[in-house]
Nanobody, 121 residues
Framework: VQLQASGGGLVQPGDSLRLSCASSERAFSRYHIGWFRQAPGKEREFVAAISMRGSVTDYRDSVKGRFIISRDHAKNTVYLQMNSLKPEDTAVYYC???????????????WGQGTQVTVSS
């Protein structure tokens, strides 16, 4: 399945951004979708994931209470609402698709291109 991530930008600390992960393929609805990020000089890390039906979500501890993942099946899109952004959230954000458990972070097989999020004053 092909994925298209968008919505990144340059914001100040405390601001919000909403990332989108969209696909033109109907198969998108049959995949769990995750967001990952990679900061310069660091390894890629899991951020959040949502099950194919949208009934189960998972977040890394550092974003709990600030980020919300959701999906709109009618629009074939998964969103990552990022609130109270911090400089340490700065990274390239990627969305990915998986047929396995949403917490099987190494089993996301399909990846979109990244979108840059920069949080700086």
């Amino acid at each position: 399945v092909q994925l298209q991530a968008s919505g990144g930008g340059l914001v100040q600390p405390g601001d919000s951004l909403r990332l989108s992960c969209a696909s033109s393929e109907r198969a998108f609805s049959r995949y769990h979708i995750g967001w990952f990020r990679q900061a310069p000089g660091k390894e890629r890390e899991f951020v959040a994931a949502i099950s194919m039906r949208g009934s189960v979500t998972d977040y890394r501890d550092s974003v709990k209470g600030r980020f919300i993942i959701s999906r709109d099946h009618a629009k074939n899109t998964v969103y990552l609402q990022m609130n109270s952004l911090k400089p340490e959230d700065t990274a390239v954000y990627y969305c990915a698709a998986s047929n396995y458990d949403i917490t099987a972070y190494d089993e996301y097989d399909y990846w979109g291109q990244g979108t840059q999020v920069t949080v700086s004053s």
